[in-house]
């Protein structure tokens, strides 16, 4: 009777014979020694559902067994099936066999020549495999992945985020399948699956330095959908924006796992405002202005109000009872979600056109210090008011702190328009703009980026930024 030995080495050194699998182990000649556990129980699942695609390589033993010096994940899969009481030590492997000298030659061969696959072509496979139960009839999606899932020995989760990432934008796909960004940067930007919004992020990481960073791109995204416990969707209710047509989707790769997320923003912001609006209304009359807005959410923080037509917004300045009647309240979410409140800023209508003897030369046109008259106004009043407001600018200028010989020098400068955005019984409450050129900015990025690395991380923050001091004022330029 030939042996299990015998009949291998008359197959040949390249054809496949079989061997029981309790004669097999790992032989000392296989050069793979890291890793050789990640994954096993997946490799297995694999394994019963589409037995092994791959022969095993052997060299002959001691007695009769044989040492496997290539494939011995795969052996390991097979030894876990047979805990499971899924194989017997006699189920015949697939082997070919080869020569003991040359051993840890061919081992070492077999594991440098393999490729991996691309993971884009990993990712389009898996949805061309759910595409494909769907087409035999299965229609519940949950149901595709989760037998997709089984198929392959893999958690549910695993199947969606492949999905996830098989459904990004197709040039961000291309750029991975070409190496022009990471597996990482893919996944961050696969977070969210609105194409527009990847696509943007994706072309404004483009023109930077250091561009697809991980916590970069996540933090652009950031503030593009909704959460279930946001104000405005507590404001607005789960069920009504379910009721309009609002999607939610499994937010992935954000270190939130499994929380379902609102993409449908805009639709959001149209129910808040639908609801807010005629309560603005009432509670801005009440309060004795002569309507309300709601101030709006965006990128996580409120953001400025637009000013409505002939209005200007007016910051942290409380107007008087005839100023109120005129003016537009400005109002915002409560933290709860449940209430509407009144916020300190506010639009006031802009000043009337003045006729052209307004029109005489000033240092600031169209800023107003005094409000004009209700009357209409002589000549010779109109060049007095403006005479009077180019004093006062004047003086304001002269009592605000200088900047020559500072890091302000060259960059402070006076708005065209309303200088003056109110006053207390102590103070008047100036506005001047700051001018950063942007190779400035941009020369401090990869030192933000770092700090904002660390404190999303809870990392100790990093060395400071040398530049960072650029904008420190002497003291000597801060009047007493």
């Avoid at 050069?31 to 095993?56: N, S, Y």
């Avoid at 020995?153 to 990004?168: I, N």
């Avoid at 996540?218 to 009721?243: E, F, I, N, P």
Wanted: aromatic letters at 6%; a negative charge; charged letters at 25%.
């Amino acid at each position: 009777m030939t042996s299990i030995a015998d009949a291998a080495v008359q197959l040949g050194s390249d054809q496949p014979a079989t061997v029981p699998l309790s004669k097999l182990y790992i032989s000392g000649k296989n050069v793979r020694k890291t890793d050789r556990e990640l994954d096993i129980d997946a490799l297995a699942d694999d394994i019963e559902a589409h037995g092994l695609l791959q022969p095993l390589i052997v060299i002959p033993a001691a007695g009769d067994r044989f040492g496997v010096i290539a494939g011995g994940r795969r052996l390991l899969a097979l030894e876990r099936l047979k805990k499971r009481g899924k194989l017997h030590g006699s189920h015949a492997v697939p082997v070919v066999h080869r020569d003991a000298v040359d051993g840890r030659e061919v081992s070492l061969a077999e594991n440098l020549h393999k490729v991996a696959m691309n993971p884009v072509d990993e990712f389009t496979a898996y949805a061309s495999i759910i595409a494909d139960y769907r087409d035999r009839g299965e229609a519940d999606e949950q149901v595709r992945i989760e037998r997709c899932a089984r198929h392959f020995g893999k958690t549910v989760r695993h199947v969606t985020e492949r999905l996830r990432l098989a459904a990004l934008a197709p040039a961000i796909l291309d750029a991975l399948r070409d190496g022009a960004i990471s597996l990482d940067a893919a996944k961050a930007y696969a977070a969210y699956p609105d194409h527009k919004l990847q696509l943007e992020i994706f072309t404004a990481q483009e023109r930077l330095p250091d561009k697809h960073r991980v916590a970069s791109i996540r933090a652009s995204l950031a503030g593009h959908v909704y959460r279930a416990g946001d104000r405005q969707v507590r404001y607005v209710g789960l069920d009504a924006y379910r009721a309009a047509g609002g999607r939610m989707e499994l937010e992935l790769f954000m270190g939130s796992a499994d929380e379902e997320v609102l993409v449908d923003t805009a639709l959001l912001d149209r129910l808040v405002h639908d609801k807010a609006g005629p309560e603005v209304t009432r509670l801005a009359r009440a309060a004795g202005f002569a309507d309300g807005i709601v101030q709006p959410w965006a990128g996580g923080s409120f953001a400025r109000p637009k000013a409505p037509g002939g209005f200007t917004l007016v910051y942290a300045f409380s107007p008087t009872q005839q100023e109120r009647a005129a003016a537009i309240a400005i109002y915002r979410i409560t933290a709860d979600g449940a209430d509407l409140e009144l916020v300190p800023d506010y639009f006031r209508p802009l000043a009337p056109e003045a006729g052209p003897a307004a029109q005489a030369p000033s240092l600031f046109a169209g800023t107003e210090v005094t409000r004009p008259p209700a009357r209409a106004e002589s000549e010779i009043e109109q060049l007095g008011r403006l005479r009077r407001q180019r004093i006062m600018l004047e003086a304001l200028k002269r009592a605000t702190p200088p900047v020559a010989n500072t890091a302000f020098a060259g960059r402070l400068n006076w708005p065209a328009d309303r200088v003056i955005q109110g006053e207390t019984d102590e103070a008047y409450i100036v506005t001047v703009l700051l001018t950063i050129p942007k190779a400035d900015v941009e020369r401090h990025l990869p030192a933000a980026e770092r700090a904002i690395d660390a404190e999303e991380s809870g990392r100790a923050p990093p060395d400071p930024d040398p530049d960072a001091a650029a904008f420190d004022i002497p003291a000597e330029a801060v009047p007493a």
